[in-house]
């Protein structure tokens, strides 16, 4: 397997220490996911859902979570 290029937020950019959800392209159109203070753990989510997942985020769907 190739080497993952993950790419960081870049709300958290100039502080390594900001952990926040960094992506990475993955096969057929799928992409990686993961938490930047647990790298081990990798999620691996198809376009279109995660494409979901985001807009529901930027419209605070899950606001009342926090």
């Known amino acids: 397997m190739s080497e993952i290029i993950w790419q960081k937020s870049s709300f958290s950019a100039g502080d390594p220490e ?17 938490e930047s203070d647990e790298p081990a753990l990798v999620m ?14 930027k419209v605070g769907e899950f606001d009342h979570l926090t």
């Not at 198809?46 to 997942?53: I, S």
């Open 18 to 34: 900001n952990a926040c959800i960094e992506l990475a392209p993955g096969p057929d159109g799928f992409r990686f996911l993961r």
């Open 44 to 57: 691996t989510v198809d376009v279109p859902k995660l494409r979901a997942l985001l807009l529901a985020v």
